[in-house]
């Protein structure tokens, strides 16, 4: 095989179409699921949804496809994008050079024949000149924190993450989600109307924004695909990778109205363009940061009768956005049923499990299930749950024992070869947009190497360093330095805390990935050494 790609979601799908049906290479594709669908097919707790908006939450490499899947409405449910994912795979016939039900375990890097070898759970070795990771930033490393007693637990236990395929009912049952990040605020709502009562965990009071879902029609349809050239052409222009930009003035510019008048006309149309699409500097500036942070508190505030509740559901600890912003719909409302109750374990942290429910440091509350809404050992975590082996034995997890060091998020020194889709140290904000960036990018570098006869491809540790750098400076103007959160691994006891991503905008990510394809991969060695490397899709 010319490639290996690892992982059937969003990236690892058109990476395979690209190198087979677009550049003609032979390739592998290795997913521990099923069927494809990556962080779609795992993610299939109740409100699962993508916050993103669906007509930019998708794949513009096809024209055929943007005409083609008309969603149904502002925001896709799991099952809609798991549909889509489906879609793709059927038109572009991806499935017939998958493997799946098949987990990576480990991959090394064959300095000799210049080969990776990667090796699956069943005990298969499957060779490859090219390895590329596209194991997503969550789904394969879901989160569970170490609750002493759980095995006591007499209840049913199930991760978000990793929720069953077949229905869970809540009904007439006393139900407990733990966590309120964007996964537990979009269960709770649809918990709440099944379970006979629901007990929120909440550690920390979160910020959320309206989602404001509405159902697409055929017009709204039609107008999409008229308009889908300049949609993706701003999205790939803005900061975030979203089909907007900010009015390029700073709120501390604007006078108390002016900020009002914006803040609600934005919080009128919800979604995340209320935090990026609203002045330049809300998510670097503390002050103009605590403009918008204390017009959502008053929002909350708004939304619940009772003082008391408000006051515990209002974040007071973290600037608005310093953690990954969060999008809800009812979440306020659920706490106003009489079958929903907030448990606060920030000030009464849990103690554990007991056989009857969860014990926190004021009481016991008696359970039947528990939601584990307690995220993913994200970006990091999918690679390192693989033992990856690059040059003369180097781990992987010993080279990011710190945090991680890559360059530009794509390649890591000493493992040859190796080039990531989204990896660490990459661009964030709206993933198709970035992912179809790495992917175009990655196979323009195989293309430039097979037709100059180059074998392998590695960084310079002196780019890595620079680039490590530059991105720790990203991550001091960001306000993300104010919390702990997936963010920077401060949401794993343990993990070491380091900028897990590329703060700076997308836009500027794509165009320093670029100039340095434009520079014959500037800060990555190429060499041509191996006499029995060489894979037969040469392109002289
Ligand atoms: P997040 O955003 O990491 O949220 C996890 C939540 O779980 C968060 O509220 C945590 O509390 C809570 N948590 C974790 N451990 C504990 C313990 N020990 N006790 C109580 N509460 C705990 O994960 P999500 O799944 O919601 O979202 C992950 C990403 O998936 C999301 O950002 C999207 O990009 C897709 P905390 O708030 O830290 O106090």
């Known amino acids: ?3 290996i790609v690892i992982g059937a979601g969003f990236s690892g799908l058109y990476m395979v179409h690209h190198l087979r049906n677009e550049l003609g290479l032979s390739v592998l594709g290795l997913d521990a699921e099923e069927d494809v669908g990556g962080t779609w097919y795992q993610n299939r707790y109740p409100g699962a949804r993508c916050d993103t908006e669906s007509h930019v939450y998708c794949y513009s490499f096809s024209q055929e496809v943007l005409k083609e899947w008309k969603w149904s409405g502002r925001y896709p449910e799991q099952s809609e994008l798991l549909a889509y994912l489906n879609y793709v795979a059927t038109k572009f016939d991806l499935r017939r050079s998958y493997r799946f039900n098949t987990l990576i375990e480990s991959a090394r ?5 210049g080969i990776w070898e990667v090796v699956s759970g069943d005990g298969e070795v499957h060779r490859a000149r090219f390895l590329i990771p596209c194991v997503g930033n969550f789904a394969s490393a879901a989160y569970e924190p170490q609750f002493e007693g759980r095995h006591l637990f007499k209840g049913e236990v199930y991760h978000t993450g990793r929720w069953p395929k077949t229905p869970v009912s809540f009904d007439g049952k006393r139900v407990g989600i733990i966590g309120t990040g964007s996964t537990g605020v979009q269960a709770v709502p649809v918990v709440a109307e099944e379970a006979e009562h629901l007990y929120v965990f909440q550690r920390t009071a979160q910020f959320a924004i309206p989602a404001r879902h509405r159902v697409h029609d055929d017009d709204r349809h039609n107008w999409l695909v008229e308009n889908y050239d300049e949609i993706w ?12 930009q900010h009015n390029g003035r700073s709120a501390l510019d604007a006078t108390p109205e002016e ?3 914006l803040f609600e006309a934005l919080w009128e149309e919800g979604g995340f363009k209320f935090l990026l699409g609203s002045y330049r500097d809300v998510m670097v500036n503390r002050q103009a940061n605590d403009y918008v942070a204390e017009f959502v508190r008053g929002k909350i505030r708004e939304r619940i009768a009772d003082p008391q509740l408000a006051h515990q559901l209002i974040p007071a600890d973290h600037p608005i956005g310093s953690r990954r912003p969060i999008s809800e719909t009812k979440y306020y409302e659920a706490f106003s049923r009489p079958n929903v109750s907030l448990v606060d374990v920030r000030n009464f942290p849990i103690e554990g499990f007991t056989e009857k429910g969860i014990r926190t440091s004021a009481e016991e509350i008696p359970l039947d299930v ?13 690679f390192l749950r693989i033992d990856f082996e690059g040059r003369d034995g180097v781990k992987l997890s010993e080279q990011w024992s710190d ?6 998020g794509i390649g890591v020194p000493g493992f040859p070869n190796m080039l990531m889709v989204n990896g660490p140290g990459s661009t964030f904000g709206n993933h198709p947009v970035g992912m179809e960036f790495h992917v175009q990018w990655i196979g323009s570098c195989l293309q430039h190497m097979l037709a100059n006869r180059i074998d392998t491809i590695e960084p310079e540790q002196e780019a890595v360093d620079a680039w490590v750098a530059h991105s720790t400076t990203e991550a001091e103007y960001s306000l993300s330095r104010f919390a702990d959160s997936w963010f920077n691994g401060g949401n794993i006891p343990g993990k070491s805390r380091a900028p897990l991503l590329y703060f700076g905008n997308t836009a500027k990510y794509r165009k320093q990935c670029s100039d340095v394809a434009a520079d014959g991969y500037r800060g990555f060695s190429m060499a041509r050494i191996t006499a029995g490397a060489g894979s037969g899709a040469g392109t002289d």
């Open 1 to 3: 095989m010319d490639a």
């Open 109 to 113: 890097f064959d300095e000799r024949d």
């Open 233 to 244: 052409e701003l999205a790939r222009a803005s900061p975030g990778g979203f089909p907007f």
């Open 259 to 261: 900020r009002q008048a």
């Open 370 to 382: 528990v939601i584990l809404a307690t995220g993913f050992d994200a970006i990091t975590g999918p």
């Open 403 to 408: 945090g991680p060091r890559t360059y530009l």
